[in-house]
């Protein structure tokens, strides 16, 4: 599967939900996907999109949320599952693109490329909608369920090594700015 074409599928079927990039080509394929003041582009650290959505549905628990990252970041921030599961949001849904790779800092081999399952990590962690993607119409089935049932969920995909279409602004204030915007919308 593709990043780009899997983030597209997933930014087709949004209506006012939150959105989080992770950092790098994950924030990338957002950003070239469709701008959506609704989406927060997390430029510069590995790992802490989790984390951010995860506030953000805890703080908005009428809104979905979506958290998109990278498999070497999740990785980086392992302990976030744990708090996702222990804290249960019925609207968060993290969505891994898994391309084995450390990819935007030159292509560094991550552990699933050998042992790691992030789906059985994110089980392990007390996720247990926790689910690989096995091919684009699969994702977009778990893509709808997130959109209606009660979560939290982790949706997997492994991905080719492609590049990413576009680079998102580096405008962090703008990007922060505009979401909070967005997010003070409520019910729109
Ligand atoms: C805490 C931290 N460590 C290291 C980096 C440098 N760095 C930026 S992106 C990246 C790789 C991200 O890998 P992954 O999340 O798998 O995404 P991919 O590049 O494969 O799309 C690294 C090592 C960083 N930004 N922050």
């Known amino acids: 599967m593709n990043r780009f074409d899997l983030t597209c599928r997933l930014v087709k079927k949004l209506g006012n939900e939150a959105v989080v990039g992770g950092i790098g080509n994950t924030n990338f394929d957002l950003w070239a996907a469709g701008q959506r003041p609704e989406n927060f582009y997390m430029l510069g650290s590995m790992g802490l999109a989790v984390p951010i959505g995860l506030g953000v549905a805890l703080a908005q628990p009428e809104r979905r949320t979506f958290v998109l990252e990278g498999d070497g970041s999740l990785l980086m921030q392992l302990g976030s599952l744990g708090t996702v599961a222990t804290t249960a949001p019925k609207n968060l849904a993290i969505v891994v693109f898994d391309n084995q790779m450390y990819q935007i800092t030159g292509k560094q081999k991550s552990l699933t490329a050998s042992s790691v399952d992030l789906v059985a990590m994110a089980k392990g962690a007390g996720l247990a909608q926790s689910e690989w993607a096995k091919d684009e119409a699969h994702f977009e089935v778990l893509v709808e369920r997130a959109l209606k049932g009660n979560g939290p969920w982790l949706i997997a995909a492994r ?23 967005a997010l003070a919308r409520k019910g729109e």
């Open 159 to 181: 991905i080719d090594g492609e590049k990413p279409v576009a680079v998102t602004e580096r405008d962090p204030a703008r990007i922060r700015r505009r979401f909070m915007d």
